[in-house]
Antibody
Framework: EVQLVESGGGLVQPGGSLRLSCAAS????????MNWVRQAPGKGLEWVSY????????HYADSVKGRFTIARDNAKNSLYLQMNSLRAEDTAVYYC????????????WGQGTLVTVSS | EIVLTQSPDFQSVTPKEKVTITCRAS??????LHWYQHKPDQSPKLLIK???QSFSGVPSRFSGSGSGTDFTLTINSLEAEDAATYYC?????????FGQGTKVEIK
């Protein structure tokens, strides 16, 4: 069974940093590209970042470019999102999601981890 | 950026009724359009991929159609467990974007 479990969320002050993790199991993690998607309170889904299987191709939404860094460790079956210079508008539930190839849908998602940016 | 506009934003439906949700893209995206179901405190679930292909394990009452800029998700004979918010998503070009969502409530 495919499982994606996010962790690392919490309350952080504006300007602060946080590192999210996504632990993958039930599939060959190194064979799949991965994404982070977020949902602000009362809002819809927003794609945040993408990383390919070898970390060779990385993309970011303009809203996080220069502040967030996506990474993965295939040996540990884990995906990460380093979030710096956090703003109130980054408050959201963050999901990791698996994708076969860039044109494909996100076929499995984690349950999400809540990040709250507030003083 | 490709903007996806869903309609309606909200729909209140009785069980066994048919539900139709539309998604319009601001430019042609071929068939690179996918549909998800999202219930509170759960992970989003893929329902339909590439406009009309059912994802594994999805009940047959869910179907999709369309291409280019206009797409439709249909739920035939709605069941109580289908109460959720439904999102369309385009993978045609970066940044990948989602529609604003359609909340389906059971009367």
């Amino acid at each position: 069974e495919v499982q994606l479990v996010e962790s690392g969320g919490g309350l952080v002050q504006p300007g602060g940093s946080l590192r999210l993790s996504c632990a993958a199991s039930g599939f060959i993690f190194s064979s799949y590209n991965m994404n982070w998607v977020r949902q602000a309170p009362g809002k819809g889904l927003e794609w945040v970042s993408y990383i390919d299987t070898r970390s060779a191709t990385i993309h970011y939404a303009d809203s996080v470019k220069g502040r967030f860094t996506i990474a993965r460790d295939n040996a540990k079956n884990s995906l990460y999102l380093q979030m710096n210079s956090l703003r109130a508008e980054d408050t959201a539930v963050y999901y990791c999601a698996r994708v076969v190839l860039p044109l494909f849908p996100f076929d499995y998602w984690g349950q999400g981890t809540l990040v709250t940016v507030s003083s | 950026e490709i903007v996806l506009t869903q309609s309606p934003d909200f729909q209140s439906v009785t069980p066994k009724e048919k539900v139709t949700i539309t998604c319009r893209a601001s430019q042609s995206i071929g068939n690179n359009l996918h549909w998800y179901q999202h219930k509170p405190d759960q992970s989003p679930k893929l329902l339909i991929k590439f406009a009309s292909q059912s994802f594994s394990g999805v009940p047959s009452r869910f179907s999709g159609s369309g291409s280019g800029t206009d797409f439709t998700l249909t739920i035939n004979s709605l069941e109580a467990e289908d109460a959720a918010t439904y999102y369309c998503h385009q993978s045609s070009s970066l940044p990948w974007t989602f529609g604003q969502g359609t909340k389906v409530e059971i009367k």
